[in-house]
């Protein structure tokens, strides 16, 4: 299995300008299983002992969709809920992911000025991410820093590049 399992969760890739760019430069990547959740679940009908196979093999766990009511798509959370379970995630007997690595990758339509005390969220966007940092404590996993592409719908092709580029070579860093 892979070392990194990406949860890919774009409930719309068709509209997606970064999603829909990001899935096959990551797909190409050696040691990183990008596992497309609307593409496997459109009936979201979930495999709940293949998705806890598939997790428990990897290293790192990543989240991988756009921002949606400052939280993940609904799949991504049906699949939380479903295969992140008492007794195999957390509670008595349920370590199978402590000690694996957790990282959030993120796009939003608004600029980095909208996510601030001035901006038209209120607050800066570290403020929501306390339910992915909260999730992956209670699991006992590592914290690693997210990725945030903002102004999705605005940003530059060769600000998306460099953000594709950026992003592949730090998912082929070798974790330590």
Do not use: N
Not at 5 to 25: E, N, Q, W, Y
Not at 68 to 95: E, F, I, N, S
Not at 139 to 148: C, D, L, N, Q, Y
């Amino acid at each position: 299995m892979a070392e990194t399992l990406i949860l890919f969760a774009h409930p719309d890739l068709r509209h997606s300008r970064v999603h829909a760019r990001l899935r096959p430069a990551l797909q190409a990547l050696t040691g990183v299983d990008l596992h497309d959740l609307y593409a496997r679940y459109p009936d979201y009908w979930i495999d709940v002992p293949a998705e806890q196979a598939r997790a428990a093999a990897a290293q790192r766990l990543v989240f991988m969709h756009p921002i949606h009511w400052y939280g993940m798509p609904p799949l991504l959370k049906l699949w939380l809920d479903q295969v992140c379970t008492q007794g195999w995630a957390y509670g008595q007997g349920g370590r199978v992911l402590a000690g694996k690595r957790f990282q959030l990758i993120v796009s939003t339509g608004g600029s980095p000025m909208a996510y601030s005390a001035q901006g038209h969220h209120g607050q800066p966007f570290e403020h929501f991410l306390a339910p992915y940092r909260q999730t992956a404590a209670f699991m006992g996993m590592a914290w690693e820093p997210h990725w945030v592409f903002h102004d999705a719908h605005r940003a530059s092709e060769a600000e998306l590049d460099a953000h594709i580029q950026a992003l592949c070579q730090h998912l082929q860093e070798p974790m330590l």
